[in-house]
């Protein structure tokens, strides 16, 4: 059975119940104070499976189910059949790891938080651009954009908003999910590196 759409009905299920459980929010929640000074690491993994709303976690699982497949298969020629594996570990590394910055730069701020699979998903994204940069990705489902110009985009306007802050949105986590997810599959092997500049610049 493909992990991708167990992972994603499992946090609708989850994030759907937490809709009419606050509770759930309060205890499961990313919150840097309770991670760092009460020890509760859990907040690490199981924000990724909550949202703000239908509409947060209607995109979030669109966005991961259109590239997670993809991600599968391009693991699954480069791991040797293992390409289900590898996505799981990459949503779930990611989901951490887009987490540090905001980890240790909110840690003292009681009031901070924040739910939601947006680093992973960005992850999942970037991995999917590393292995084929000028696939074609739609901007708000209508604009054709190649995938590296839509990333190089991306990055940018993700690190300008978390430095303005001015909305409710991870920024911080758009963006240092999306790095990880363009070098999670050279750090397992190196040599994909290659791979990716001889697709983007296929006259090397």
């Known amino acids: 059975m493909n992990v991708l759409v167990i992972l994603i009905a499992v946090i609708v299920v989850i994030s759907a119940t937490a809709f009419s459980q606050p509770q759930i929010f309060n205890k499961y929640k990313f919150s840097p104070y309770q991670i760092m000074h009460r020890k509760e690491y859990i907040r690490l993994l199981s924000h990724g499976f909550l949202h703000g709303s ?42 951490i790891f887009s987490s540090l910055y905001s980890l240790f730069k909110e840690k003292d701020n009681v009031y901070y938080s924040a739910v939601g699979a947006s680093g992973a998903v960005s992850a999942v994204l970037f991995t999917s651009i590393f292995f084929a940069p000028y696939s074609l990705l739609y901007l708000f489902a209508i604009v054709p954009i190649p995938g590296i110009v839509f990333g190089v985009a991306y990055l940018i306007y993700t690190k300008v908003m978390a430095q303005k802050n001015i909305d409710n949105i991870g920024h911080d986590a758009h ?30």
């Open 54 to 95: 239908w509409t947060h976690l209607l995109v979030n699982m669109f966005v991961l189910y259109s590239f997670g497949n993809a991600v599968i298969f391009y693991f699954d020629s480069v791991f040797q059949g293992r390409g289900q594996v590898m996505f799981l570990i990459l949503f779930f590394a990611a989901l």
């Open 175 to 204: 963006f240092w999910g999306a790095v990880f997810g363009f070098v999670f599959p050279i750090i397992y092997k190196p040599s994909l590196f290659m791979h990716f500049i001889r697709e983007l610049l296929p006259f090397i």
